[in-house]
């Protein structure tokens, strides 16, 4: 997924769309979103993003999960098998992104980029509600993709690439 | 905004990778479908319905979607609606707490008294409709049907509207008026003899150049205009943004220009100033479309960028750069009209300087500048014609406000407080989906008013401050349970959209439709309601225009074709403007008539005193207005409102950010309840900036009651537009106070 901060107004209807698509129980979110302001008056720039999992290529969640809950599925989404997690929050404090939250149903919870649309062809509810049409979701092995196309037209950033997850959510900056 | 974090520091570039490779996405679904069937349930087992969303009144149109237990899950914007293009916005698709919240009204209320203290009590609708019909009689007796009054703002308005004029009156008032767009029509009007009205016929999607003053387009959440800003972004347009605040839509600007509060029209007159003597203006535009050319050249022959910048404080070469960019777009540039203009009480005259501007680059009737709209034509079953009143809130004006061209809800509020010299008689207000306490400036005179009426019936569907000071409280249904008129709203296109009910009302809550036609049996008006049920008038108007409530059960939006194909103006086509010289202008005859300045003029402003603030005042993406406070969905993406403190301010102060303070207006107004200090560089050292809409008072709205300021109170000093009696509302200065007690004079 990219995401371009240039267009994102940091409305959160990407949050409230995912809350309704998902079942978030108010109170709690699998997306958020983040203001970065730069400057002194009147020089100044913000930054605008919809945060998210970032599906990490190599996950310290999927790593210290003692039940296997999260795990990556086929293609390297991280997903949490609601069953078999124990609510041990393990993971929670290894995501470097704060990505996780403790379900009051007694699991670990967090963005599955609405697997259960693309299925039947659809976008994810964040990516398909935003009215700035901000996101981009698809398959990056296909140069045609919508996503693939845009991030080779346009600069982008990874978030904290130093933890070395190697995180899979692009910035469009 | 909801943000897990409040910082991540910004990290360096990195390279892209890949995610995940095509085809896997297939298996990888089924295989969790399988584990976790239940958790995964879309919106495939969902059964929807069409709507019009009501939380604004960009009346999106959408699609409610319920689960198999007929419980409301999430609403989705309808493809086919050039309002939203299948996007709502965040308070749209939070619309769904508005039928959850668990503080709605629930029953009819009657005020009463017990143990000499006031309080509801619970009746019938029976009860309390015949209530509000035996006083509106009673005042129909003594003072006659033209002192009663209808304030409306929302879908159910239409109704009561009807019951209002077959009783025999014409006080009709939206505070979307006078507090808010109306200086901005009557500027319009005056220039091109049309406003601009709602949706706005601005062609953002294919400017060149976008210019907005005090706009904070993506902080308001109009969705088409948010949508095509993007579009704009996305193809190259250049953005100015001029505020005095550094806006959403200023960090997407190339230029930002931090202007001095209260003298935007100095910059519109250099604007001008650099667009003409540099001959910039489009030559054949001015001179075949427009009147008063040579007046307004004299008229702004000094007021050079070097005179704005004393005033502004925007450096000259900074205008005459945005000038020139402005007019390298032309005519693709749309200087935006915005939309609340209520600002300093000369809001007609600094938006006739907007309109005029966009005269010299060309832009009205362009594309990339003001499009011409169309709008469906329904027709309506024919009613008997409405008794004319003897006299309306109009005279109780002394004479004032003749161009006002819709009823001023603070004319309305005015003539129901007698006083000698002026016919003020109005004793009773039937107040619809509008919270006038505020939505009202000076809510001292609101309140005032309110004590000298005879009758105050509320139809509302959340316990407002406004219904605190009712005789009688309706409750109305939410939008998502009920049937409304028909959304006919302009655009490129004509368009309608049906509102349906998703669900079964809750509680003992009722639509508009039904309230309105009992309310007219009572009053023996059933001949303005021929049909018993909305449905049947609904049906009859769709077949009219070749559609049915059937067909729009189905479609939710029916789009229909512009009858003559004139969205732009065509090359050299002789155009008749709606105005006295029947050109764009100018110069205007009208305003001269009416004995104001035919031309824009800049005077100054008020300023603070030391240790105070200007007091300025905006959206959030998430709410509306005072509507959305209490909404669980909404209130959870942000629960209060901030003061936003400039660091040099703040040090001054000894303020930290977080830390809850009271503010104190310049005539001794304390806040009732203590505001979140947010320092940041993002606001000039001379102002403060909140959210509108915070600071409820109401205990009944139990998630927002005492969370953050109301604006509202804070503005008591109310500066009145000479040419339609817009309220001036951002001549009110602040300080900080650490504790509420009020100051000893």
Redesign the interface.
């Known amino acids: 997924?990219a995401i371009d901060t240039?267009?994102c107004?940091?409305?959160?209807?990407c949050?409230?769309?995912c809350?309704?698509?998902n079942?978030v129980p108010?109170?709690y979110?699998r997306d958020?979103?983040?203001?970065?302001?730069?400057?002194?008056?009147?020089q100044?720039?913000?930054?605008?993003r919809s945060?998210r999992c970032n599906?990490c290529?190599n996950s310290p969640c999927v790593r210290c999960c003692p039940t296997g809950a999260s795990h990556y599925?086929?293609?390297?989404?991280v997903?949490v098998?609601?069953?078999e997690c124990i609510g041990c929050s393990a993971c929670i404090a290894s995501c470097p992104y704060?990505a996780r939250y403790v379900h009051p149903d007694g699991y670990v919870d967090k963005c599955?980029f609405c697997?259960?649309?693309?299925?039947?062809g659809m976008q994810p509810a964040c990516v398909?509600?935003?009215?700035?049409?901000?996101m981009y979701f698809g398959?990056?092995?296909?140069p045609r993709s919508d996503v693939s196309k845009i991030?080779k037209k346009r600069?982008?950033?990874?978030?904290?690439?130093?933890a070395g997850t190697?995180p899979?959510l692009?910035f469009l900056? | 905004m909801k943000s897990r974090r409040q910082f991540i520091k910004i990290s360096s570039l990195s390279a892209a990778g890949l995610i995940f490779g095509g085809g896997l996405l297939d298996s990888l679904a089924s295989s969790i479908l399988k584990e976790n069937q239940s958790y995964f349930k879309g919106p495939f087992d969902f059964t929807r319905t069409p709507t019009y969303c009501e939380v604004c009144f960009w009346k999106c149109a959408g699609w409610v979607y319920k689960d198999e237990n007929g419980r409301i899950k999430k609403i989705i914007g309808n493809d086919d609606d050039p309002n939203c293009n299948g996007r709502f916005c965040p308070r749209g698709t939070g619309g769904v707490g508005m039928h959850y919240d668990e503080d709605r009204l629930k029953t009819p209320l009657i005020r009463t008294e017990e143990r000499g203290k006031q309080t509801f009590r619970e009746a019938s609708w029976d009860e309390a409709l015949e209530y509000i019909a035996s006083k509106m009689k009673e005042i129909k007796e003594e003072h006659g049907p033209e002192c009663t009054a209808l304030f409306s703002h929302g879908s159910g308005g239409k109704y009561f509207g009807k019951v209002i004029k077959g009783f025999g009156s014409r006080n009709i008032a939206a505070p979307s008026y006078a507090q808010c767009r109306g200086p901005r029509e009557v500027a319009f009007i005056a220039t091109y003899g049309s406003g601009v009205n709602s949706p706005e016929n601005t062609d953002i999607r294919d400017t060149k150049c976008l210019v907005l003053i005090g706009a904070h387009i993506g902080e308001n959440m109009h969705n088409g205009q948010v949508q095509e800003m993007s579009d704009a972004i996305d193809k190259g347009a250049t953005i100015i943004t001029v505020d005095p605040r550094f806006s959403t839509a200023a960090s997407k600007s190339k230029f930002w220009l931090p202007i001095k509060p209260a003298t935007d029209i100095a910059l519109l007159l250099s604007w001008m100033h650099v667009i003409i003597s540099e001959e910039l203006y489009d030559k054949k535009y001015v001179e075949k479309y427009t009147y008063g050319f040579d007046q307004l050249k004299a008229h702004v022959k000094n007021f050079t960028p070097e005179w704005a910048y004393g005033i502004t404080t925007i450096k000259p070469d900074q205008i005459r750069e945005t000038a020139r960019t402005m007019a390298h777009a032309a005519p693709a540039v749309l200087v935006h009209p915005g939309r609340h203009v209520t600002w300093y009480g000369d809001d007609t005259q600094r938006l006739r300087a907007v309109a005029i501007l966009n005269a010299l680059l060309g832009s009205w009737g362009r594309r990339g500048g003001f499009y011409n709209p169309d709008k469906a034509s329904v027709p309506h079953y024919h009613l008997p014609p409405y008794p004319k009143p003897e006299k309306t809130w109009r005279d109780a004006m002394g004479g004032k406000y003749i161009l006002a061209d819709l009823a001023l809800a603070s004319g309305v509020c005015d003539a129901s407080i007698p006083t000698p010299d002026l016919d003020c008689s109005i004793r009773g207000w039937i107040v619809n989906g509008t919270n006038l306490i505020n939505t009202l400036p000076d809510q001292k005179k609101t309140i005032d008013a309110i004590q000298k009426l005879d009758l105050l019936a509320v139809v509302d569907t959340m316990p407002m401050e406004i219904t605190g000071y009712a005789d009688v409280v309706l409750p109305e249904c939410v939008y998502l349970e009920r049937y409304d008129s028909l959304r006919i709203s302009q655009g490129r296109e004509p368009s309608i959209a049906l509102r349906m009910p998703a669900v079964d009302p809750l509680y003992n809550s009722k639509p508009a439709y039904w309230i309105a036609r009992e309310l007219a049996k009572k009053l023996d008006l059933l001949e303005y309601f021929p049909f018993e049920t909305i449905e049947e008038e609904l049906d009859w108007e769709l077949k009219q225009v070749g559609s049915s409530l059937e067909e729009m059960q189905k479609i939710g939006v029916k789009r229909l074709e512009r009858e003559v194909d004139d969205l732009y103006f065509a090359d050299g086509e002789d155009i008749e403007f709606d105005t006295n010289t029947g050109k764009i202008e100018l110069y205007s005859t009208v305003l001269e008539e009416e004995g104001f300045d035919p031309i824009p003029v800049y005077t100054p402003h008020p300023e603070p005193s030391e240790g105070f603030y200007r007091l300025i005042y905006g959206r959030a993406p998430m709410h509306t207005f005072s509507r959305t406070a209490n909404n669980p969905n909404l209130t959870d993406l942000m629960s209060e409102n901030s003061v936003w403190v400039n660091p040099k301010v703040a040090k001054e102060w000894d303020l930290k950010n977080d830390q809850y303070i009271y503010l104190e207006n310049q005539d001794g107004v304390v806040s009732d309840f203590p505001i979140k200090v947010r320092v940041t560089e993002r606001i000039r050292w001379d102002s403060v900036y909140m959210v509108h809409g915070f600071g409820h008072a109401d205990k009944r709205l139990k998630r927002c009651f005492g969370k953050g300021v109301s604006d509202t109170q804070m503005i008591t000093n109310v500066m009145i537009d000479p040419i339609m009696g817009g309220t001036g509302m951002r001549g009110n200065f602040v300080t900080f106070r650490f504790d509420n007690k009020k100051t000893e004079v």
């Open positions: 997924m240039k267009k107004v940091g409305c959160s209807d949050v409230v769309a809350q309704t698509e079942n108010i109170g979110c958020w979103v983040v203001e970065v302001m730069d400057g002194t008056y009147p100044l720039e913000i930054e605008l945060e599906h290529e599925a086929d293609g390297g989404i997903l098998t609601k069953n704060d599955t697997l259960h649309r693309v299925k039947k398909a509600v935003c009215p700035t049409k901000c398959d990056l092995n296909d991030l600069k982008h950033k990874t978030l904290i690439p130093e190697k899979q692009y900056i």
